[in-house]
């Protein structure tokens, strides 16, 4: 069932799968974030006509190492740019016999052993939304983006483990030989540098995220078997990487076709105040695409959630232009009875 929802995909590449050829009529778009400018600039295009805006998780020429990507800056540069979906790609060690370099695991749970990272956009900062955000994290990853992603490799016939659980580390070190044992023991199936935080902020942000991760090596659990190294990384990675755009460039326009209203819905039923961040976000796109009718339509359709958001006085100044929020507050003051007006009637 298509959905009525306007989709759009963002895609976050990692190590060596950042390639913007796979985008058709693509643009560079620099934006800044109430948190810093995210990774590099965001490449707006399509793939089969489906909006997709692509990010390189490094930066186009590597330079960023794990811990200082701007995780906060790229998920909210995403999110404003209107993005529904987040598809992501990732190298990984694999810390199972049968996880193979060169295979594709949709991966499904994390274990977090980072250590210096932010992992909330409700951080206290003066632009960003107000509030603590106890996100529930119990499934981490969209399970009905992940389920196209498997569809499709299985499809492909490309081989791939249909779910998997990724241990993120600090980097940018390597594991020691202990730590990778331990490591296996813990239940994890596949290592890397930068699943978490990015899928704990894609979820508080209500974006359904599903991650691609290709496994370049075996960590250095495995005897007789050479230990991970930067060379042989990249190596794999090139030998493997039309794996991940071809299931991307499938996926995509299938997830176009599907109905997405309940499952975002469910997503953002955790955070009101990206519901509201959301709709302001919305409020901006209108006033650049649709007739004034409709503006007013979307703007009656916002002023009872607006009503009470003024109330818990939350600043939306931070989401809306000065010209909307004059609007707003003159409907606010017409539709409110004034302190005289109380009086009179008791």
């Not at 950042?18 to 590099?40: A, C, M, N, Q």
């Amino acid at each position: 069932m298509t959905s009525n929802m306007h989709i759009k995909i963002g895609i976050i590449g990692g190590s060596g799968l950042d390639d913007p050829d796979i985008l058709e009529g693509r643009t560079e778009k620099y934006v800044d974030t109430p948190f810093g400018k995210p990774s590099d600039a965001l490449i707006v295009g399509k793939i089969k006509n489906v909006e997709c805006v692509l990010l390189a998780r490094h930066g186009r020429q590597h330079t960023i190492m794990p811990s200082n990507v701007n995780y906060q800056a790229n998920i909210w540069a995403l999110w404003e740019e209107g993005c529904t979906h987040l598809l992501v790609t990732t190298a990984c060690g694999s810390l199972r016999e049968e996880i193979q370099p060169g295979d594709i695991v949709i991966i499904d749970q994390f274990i977090d052993r980072t250590t210096k990272r932010s992992q909330t956009l409700h951080d206290g900062r003066a632009r960003s939304l107000p509030g603590v955000c106890h996100i529930p994290m119990a499934e981490p990853f969209c399970n009905r983006t992940r389920d196209v992603l498997v569809e499709v490799a299985r499809g492909m016939g490309v081989k791939c483990h249909t779910r998997g659980t990724v241990l993120t580390i600090e980097g940018p070190r390597f594991s020691s030989r202990a730590e990778s044992l331990m490591f296996r023991q813990w239940g994890a199936d596949v290592i890397n540098m930068t699943t978490v935080p990015e899928v704990v902020l894609a979820k508080e942000a209500g974006l359904c995220y599903a991650s691609i991760a290709m496994a370049t090596d075996y960590d250095c659990w495995k005897e007789h078997e050479e230990a991970v190294c930067v060379d042989n990384v990249m190596k794999t990675m090139k030998e493997n990487a039309n794996k991940a755009s071809s299931i991307l460039l499938t996926a995509i326009p299938q997830i176009c076709q599907m109905d997405w209203s309940h499952t975002i819905k469910a997503l953002k039923v955790h955070s009101p105040q990206w519901r509201m961040a959301g709709k302001g976000r919305e409020l901006r796109s209108d006033m650049q695409q649709t007739s004034v009718a409709g503006l007013r339509n979307r703007t009656r359709d916002l002023l009872s959630g607006i009503r009470a958001y003024m109330i818990a006085e939350v600043p939306f100044d931070d989401f809306w232009p000065k010209p909307v929020m004059t609007t707003f507050r003159a409907v606010w003051v017409f539709k409110m009875p004034s302190a005289s007006a109380k009086e009179q009637h008791g």
